[in-house]
Structure formats: C-alpha cells, structure tokens
C-alpha cells in the first residue's frame, strides 16, 4: 500500500493479485483527476475520490501465467 500527501491531499494506491484476479484500489485527491490502466482495458480517466477494481487477468497459452 503507497500513500502520498500531495498539495491536493492524499494519493494512494493499493493491489495484489489473488487466485488470478488482480484487485486494485486507488485514492484520488480533491480536485485532481488520475488516468487507470488495467489489463486489457482502454484508459480510464477518473475524478477524485476512492475506487476499487477487480479483474480477472488473462492466460497465457497453455492456461499457466
């Protein structure tokens, strides 16, 4: 888990993957705006606030990671 106090408030991210699906949680400070890249996904822009994500990750050939 990484949190930062910025001049806007605190910024923070956590994730973790668990039994192939990758959680993620993010902090967003007042008045600012976060660009979210997840697997195989398009670019999400987001406002402030607190979000959380999850997603099954893809395979590799042959079904291992």
């Known amino acids: 888990r990484v949190k930062e106090v910025t001049p806007y408030g605190t910024a923070g991210v ?3 993957k668990e039994k192939g699906i990758l ?5 967003i400070p007042a008045n600012t705006t976060a660009e979210i890249v997840l697997p195989g ?3 999400r822009r987001l406002g ?3 979000y959380c ?3 099954l990750e893809a ?3 042959g079904g291992k990671e």
């Open 14 to 16: 956590f994730w973790k």
């Open 23 to 27: 959680y993620l949680e993010v902090e």
């Open 41 to 43: 996904q398009k670019i």
């Open 48 to 50: 402030s606030g607190s």
């Open 53 to 55: 994500f999850s997603v």
């Open 59 to 61: 395979r590799g050939k």
